[in-house]
C-alpha cells in the first residue's frame, strides 16, 4: 500500500508563496496535486512522471507560468512551488500518485490565500 504525506499548506497573502511536499513510502509511476476550492469540484493541478530518464511534467493552465513541480528522488518526494497566489488559488489540495494503474492519496492540506 503506497502512502502519501502532504505538508507545506498554510494561510498567505496574495503575491505570496507556498510549496507543497508530498513524500511517497514507495515507488510511483506518477505523482501530482488536484486541488477542491470551496464549493466546486475537484480540478487538476500538476504532475510529474517517475520515469529515470526525465521529469516529464504538465500543468493546469491555471498553474502555468506561476506553479512549478518537481521531484528529489532521493526523498522520493514531490514539490509544488506556489508564487504568485491569487485568492482563486484556496483550495484543500491533494496529492495523488499512480502505481500500476492505481490511483493514492495524500491526506489533503489547506491552502488559503487572502486578498
Known amino acids: 500500500q503506497l502512502q502519501l504525506v502532504e505538508s507545506g499548506g498554510g494561510l498567505v497573502q496574495a503575491g505570496g508563496s507556498l510549496r507543497l511536499s508530498c513524500a511517497a513510502s514507495?515507488?510511483?509511476?506518477?505523482m501530482g496535486w488536484y486541488r477542491q476550492p470551496p464549493g466546486k469540484l475537484r480540478e487538476f493541478v500538476a504532475f510529474?512522471?517517475?520515469?529515470?530518464?526525465?521529469?516529464?511534467?504538465k500543468y493546469d493552465d491555471s498553474a502555468k507560468g506561476r506553479f512549478t513541480i518537481s521531484r528529489d528522488i532521493s526523498k522520493n518526494t514531490v514539490y509544488l512551488q506556489m508564487n504568485g497566489l491569487k485568492p482563486e488559488d484556496t483550495a484543500v489540495y491533494s496529492c495523488?500518485?499512480?502505481?500500476?494503474?492505481?490511483?493514492?492519496w495524500g491526506q489533503g492540506t489547506q491552502v488559503t490565500v487572502s486578498s
Open positions: 514507495g515507488r510511483w509511476d506518477l
Open positions: 495523488y500518485a499512480l502505481l500500476l494503474s492505481r490511483v493514492y
Open positions: 510529474i512522471d517517475g520515469g529515470t530518464s526525465g521529469a516529464r511534467t
